[in-house]
């Protein structure tokens, strides 16, 4: 009889699942603990502060006034915006097309330059390292200036060209780092087993190694972009008559107070950061996974 009490209880127990003891008991507790920590505080009180100014401006936007009190919902900024700020458009035009062709520049030589670094042993190659990443390390403003005095030392008129010079020298060093981050988990027996193959040096780098390292080159063009479009202290030392970008007319406009039309913009630019980012996810899950 007593035999069968056992089997039962053993069986009953077996089936409830038997409690973790000790460490694990422990960390069950924690896991399933319902109760409202300091980190999450922490977390959500962070997430407010980052985001709450953005919904504060998404809102204003909407503002049918100019002031802060609030007088009704209205798309007259919105309108103000696509119909009536051709100069704005301008400077928005002239950010993008510096943005997209200063990046693309800084790419094919950060790449190229991020390869041959790690590819040759050569005795200046520590310095060529240390001096690509002082652009990250310097001051914007002291970057401005001796920029400002190079161009008026060799007589270059300040412009477009000037703005794009600049903002291709500091976005070279990102992507440098970021393919350099690449290139550290390269496997060289790829290389090795391309040379077998009969592929001469040409051939390995455009087949081989820039498609292993299209996420840090992506990763680093996308950056780039990104830096260009928001700068404003070198951009300010380095831009002539007629080559306003918009970080410039912003600042310009906003020295007499803030314009709703402003808002509208930042607005704009908002959903269509989300919107690329949304399309553009798959296709870099794509690049990353090879």
């Not at 404003?232 to 803030?258: H, N």
């Not at 296709?283 to 090879?290: C, P, R």
Request: proline residues 3%; hydrophobic residues 50%; positive net charge.
């Amino acid at each position: 009889m007593s035999g069968f009490k056992s089997l039962v209880n053993s069986t009953v127990t077996n089936l409830h699942g038997k409690k973790p003891k000790g460490e694990a008991n422990r960390h069950a507790r924690r896991a399933t603990r319902k109760a409202f920590s300091f980190s999450q505080a922490m977390f959500i009180a962070v997430i407010v502060f980052l985001f709450l100014p953005l919904f504060v401006l998404i809102l204003y936007s909407f503002n049918s006034s100019k002031g802060m009190n609030w007088s009704g919902f209205s798309f007259v900024w919105y309108e103000q915006l696509f119909l009536h700020s051709r100069d704005l458009w301008r400077s928005f035009w002239n950010s993008m097309l510096i943005a997209v062709t200063s990046a693309g520049t800084a790419t094919v030589l950060g790449t190229l330059g991020a390869i041959g670094v790690n590819w040759y042993r050569f005795r200046l190659r520590s310095y060529v390292q240390t001096v690509s990443f002082l652009p990250m390390v310097l001051p914007e403003i002291i970057i401005g200036v001796s920029l400002s005095i190079f161009f008026a030392g060799i007589g270059m008129k300040l412009g477009l060209i000037t703005i794009f010079i600049a903002h291709a020298t500091f976005n070279l060093p990102f992507v440098f780092l970021m393919v350099m981050a690449r290139l550290e988990e390269f496997d060289f027996s790829i290389i090795e087993a391309a040379a077998d193959l009969g592929a001469n040096e040409r051939q390995t780098l455009l087949k081989v190694t820039v498609p292993i390292c299209a996420p840090g080159i992506v990763s680093g063009f996308l950056t780039a972009i990104t830096i260009s479009l928001e700068d404003f202290v070198i951009t300010y030392f380095v831009s002539g008559p007629g080559s306003s970008t918009l970080p410039l007319y912003i600042y310009s406009a906003i020295r007499f107070g803030v314009s709703p039309v402003i808002n509208a913009l930042s607005v704009v630019m908002i959903l269509g950061t989300v919107l690329i980012t949304y399309l553009l996810r798959n296709f870099l899950k794509y690049i990353a996974a090879k």
